[in-house]
């Protein structure tokens, strides 16, 4: 169990003027090692904690659940909303259906310096079963020694600033900061250095000076938080990491006439076996990587299934049934739903259904965080951030890892960690809060130009490698080996033109052994 406790007076001081008046803010010597929390230990949690502690930093974990991995932790276990629409539903983190399989190779799929490769008693196919990632993750935590870090069983019930830390010599606080954030601006910071690491630059570390509050309670008593009660506990921090994931707050597609509608519905997130849908027609509304997978999964027992995607990434044949057993059917996006059981589409065809699977995508929510307005998650993003993962206003002291879709998840996951802890440790460079904010704005400005939806903000598709390769510039380590581009990119063009067996039957085999040789190489030296 982490150590608890700790006076942050205690900390490094440092002075600096505000107008006329002299404070003594609470700030670190040039190198510091803060107390940083990471909310959340899938994934992106894990490699954060990982990547803070090599930094010299104190890390202490909150997970909610009993143990590692996240969404990779598969559970039967489902909603009582199967919409996910009510607040006060029975919440399950996993998303994951019983038969998944990674969607990437493994050795693509794995962080840079600890491989994925198969080992006995596992499912060594290059494209595994959830199993192999969860075991992977575990025994990512256990080679790293993570697991002492980590609180289980406790749940966030907010994340928010502490009052300013500083003792102000002869002048009432609310004369200098009104809002209750007290701010460290460098004395060199002006406005026309704004070129990063130039004079207009901050030190990560340098740039904002305030603490966290974290209150959390055991997972297991959902209303302590409000009834008060003593299990509710509260410690404080110099930095938050948030790595909670965005696959648990499901988006639901709107339908003409869907209240009148009498079949059933649910949303991706609540879906583990297609033996639910046995004999049944169903509509799956998505055709992105989980629709595509979850209409092949439900086909194997259901009578028909019905794929209605918004766009197809390129022409199809929708007089044609599709799929291993013939019984898949594309469509465009549905028009209506009317009290007979009937599904219309926009294209003009119906299908009289049982069922409707929603593979709509996510929100993006953090309920338990509270920054007074600075950072908004309004469902389609997380704003304003610089760079997809510090909001400008209080960087480097929040972060976010693990925001950007469409990307190779763990070694993205890996270099965003890595970059904030030596930002953290003033031994990586922000440019000044000015500069991170205006380069936010003029980004969101851009994909409204280009009439990019708004839900498309941290979608970084194409843009995915160039984002992986500025990431490693700014922690001075090397890009992303050019098997790995190449091999993510051979298997989403395959995901796109055979999805019924591009994972078991690939064309760049010889990729694939150059990567296992150096991966292999690799696994020698851990």
């Given at each position: 169990r982490p150590q608890r406790g700790g006076n942050p007076a205690t900390k490094g001081v440092r002075w600096a003027w505000f107008g006329e008046q002299i404070v003594r803010v609470m700030g670190f010597p040039d190198r510091r090692a803060c107390r940083v929390a990471v909310i959340g230990a899938g994934a992106a949690g894990l490699v954060a904690a990982r990547e803070l502690q090599r930094e010299g930093h104190s890390v202490v974990v909150y997970e909610q659940s009993d143990g590692v991995g996240g969404t990779w932790a598969y559970t039967g276990e489902v909603e009582d909303d199967p919409l996910g629409l009510r607040s006060d539903r029975k919440r399950v983190h996993s998303s994951l259906y019983a038969s998944l399989r990674t969607?990437?190779?493994?050795?693509?799929?794995?962080?840079?310096?600890f491989p994925f490769v198969p080992k006995e008693g596992r499912d060594g196919r290059r494209y595994p079963r959830h199993e192999a990632v969860l075991s992977y993750l575990q025994d990512f935590a256990e080679h790293y020694d993570l697991l002492r870090l980590i609180l289980f069983g406790r749940k966030v019930e907010r994340v928010a600033m502490c009052p300013p830390a500083c003792e102000i010599l002869n002048c009432p606080s609310n004369d200098i900061?009104?809002?209750?954030?007290?701010?460290?601006?460098?004395?060199?910071?002006?406005?026309?250095?704004?070129?990063?690491?130039?004079?207009?630059?901050?030190?990560?570390?340098?740039?904002?000076?305030?603490?966290?509050?974290?209150?959390s309670s055991p997972a297991s008593f959902q209303d302590l938080f409000r009834s008060g009660d003593e299990e509710v506990e509260e410690e404080i921090f110099d930095a938050v990491v948030v790595c909670s994931g965005h696959y648990t707050q499901p988006k639901i597609?709107?339908?003409?006439?869907?209240?009148?509608?009498?079949?059933?519905?649910l949303h991706s997130h609540n879906y583990r076996v297609p033996e639910t849908f046995k004999g049944q027609v169903v509509i799956i509304i998505g055709n992105a990587t989980s629709g595509e997978d979850i209409s092949r999964d439900?086909?194997?027992?259901?009578?028909?299934?019905?794929?209605s995607g918004r766009t197809w990434m390129c022409q199809v044949d929708m007089a044609?049934?599709?799929?291993?057993?013939?019984?898949?059917?594309?469509?465009?996006?549905?028009?209506?739903?009317?009290e007979d059981g009937t599904v219309t589409f926009q294209e003009g065809t119906d299908a009289v259904a049982d069922a409707i699977v929603h593979c709509t995508g996510y929100?993006?929510?953090?309920?338990?965080?509270?920054?007074?307005?600075?950072?908004?998650?309004?469902?389609?993003?997380?704003?304003?951030?610089?760079?997809?993962?510090?909001?400008?206003?209080?960087?480097?002291?929040?972060?976010?890892?693990?925001?950007?879709?469409?990307?190779?998840?763990?070694p993205t996951f890996e270099l965003q960690s890595r970059w904030i802890s030596q930002c953290l440790a003033s031994k990586g460079h922000l440019p000044?809060?000015?500069?991170?904010?205006?380069?936010?704005?003029?980004?969101?400005?851009?994909?409204?130009?280009?009439?990019?939806?708004k839900h498309y903000t941290h979608s970084l598709a194409t843009s995915a490698?160039?984002?992986?390769?500025?990431?490693?510039?700014?922690?001075?380590?090397?890009?992303?080996?050019?098997?790995?581009r190449e091999i993510a990119i051979t298997s989403i063009l395959g995901r796109r033109g055979y999805p019924d067996s591009y994972r078991d039957a690939w064309p760049d085999q010889s990729l694939h052994e150059i990567a296992m040789a150096e991966l292999g190489a690799l696994v020698t030296h851990i």
């Amino acid at each position: 169990r982490p150590q608890r406790g700790g006076n942050p007076a205690t900390k490094g001081v440092r002075w600096a003027w505000f107008g006329e008046q002299i404070v003594r803010v609470m700030g670190f010597p040039d190198r510091r090692a803060c107390r940083v929390a990471v909310i959340g230990a899938g994934a992106a949690g894990l490699v954060a904690a990982r990547e803070l502690q090599r930094e010299g930093h104190s890390v202490v974990v909150y997970e909610q659940s009993d143990g590692v991995g996240g969404t990779w932790a598969y559970t039967g276990e489902v909603e009582d909303d199967p919409l996910g629409l009510r607040s006060d539903r029975k919440r399950v983190h996993s998303s994951l259906y019983a038969s998944l399989r990674t969607n990437l190779p493994h050795e693509v799929m794995g962080f840079l310096d600890f491989p994925f490769v198969p080992k006995e008693g596992r499912d060594g196919r290059r494209y595994p079963r959830h199993e192999a990632v969860l075991s992977y993750l575990q025994d990512f935590a256990e080679h790293y020694d993570l697991l002492r870090l980590i609180l289980f069983g406790r749940k966030v019930e907010r994340v928010a600033m502490c009052p300013p830390a500083c003792e102000i010599l002869n002048c009432p606080s609310n004369d200098i900061d009104p809002c209750g954030l007290m701010e460290y601006r460098d004395a060199t910071s002006k406005d026309a250095g704004d070129e990063e690491g130039g004079p207009g630059s901050v030190k990560g570390g340098d740039f904002v000076d305030c603490r966290w509050s974290i209150l959390s309670s055991p997972a297991s008593f959902q209303d302590l938080f409000r009834s008060g009660d003593e299990e509710v506990e509260e410690e404080i921090f110099d930095a938050v990491v948030v790595c909670s994931g965005h696959y648990t707050q499901p988006k639901i597609a709107e339908i003409r006439g869907i209240n009148r509608w009498p079949g059933k519905q649910l949303h991706s997130h609540n879906y583990r076996v297609p033996e639910t849908f046995k004999g049944q027609v169903v509509i799956i509304i998505g055709n992105a990587t989980s629709g595509e997978d979850i209409s092949r999964d439900i086909a194997k027992t259901a009578k028909e299934v019905h794929l209605s995607g918004r766009t197809w990434m390129c022409q199809v044949d929708m007089a044609q049934p599709i799929g291993a057993l013939g019984n898949i059917w594309l469509h465009s996006e549905v028009d209506s739903a009317h009290e007979d059981g009937t599904v219309t589409f926009q294209e003009g065809t119906d299908a009289v259904a049982d069922a409707i699977v929603h593979c709509t995508g996510y929100s993006y929510s953090f309920p338990f965080l509270d920054t007074q307005g600075i950072v908004t998650a309004d469902g389609d993003c997380v704003a304003p951030l610089y760079q997809h993962v510090f909001p400008p206003a209080l960087a480097p002291t929040l972060s976010f890892v693990g925001l950007p879709l469409k990307v190779i998840p763990f070694p993205t996951f890996e270099l965003q960690s890595r970059w904030i802890s030596q930002c953290l440790a003033s031994k990586g460079h922000l440019p000044s809060r000015k500069h991170m904010l205006e380069a936010a704005e003029c980004y969101y400005a851009s994909l409204a130009t280009n009439q990019i939806p708004k839900h498309y903000t941290h979608s970084l598709a194409t843009s995915a490698f160039d984002y992986n390769d500025w990431l490693a510039s700014q922690c001075g380590c090397a890009s992303l080996e050019p098997w790995r581009r190449e091999i993510a990119i051979t298997s989403i063009l395959g995901r796109r033109g055979y999805p019924d067996s591009y994972r078991d039957a690939w064309p760049d085999q010889s990729l694939h052994e150059i990567a296992m040789a150096e991966l292999g190489a690799l696994v020698t030296h851990i």
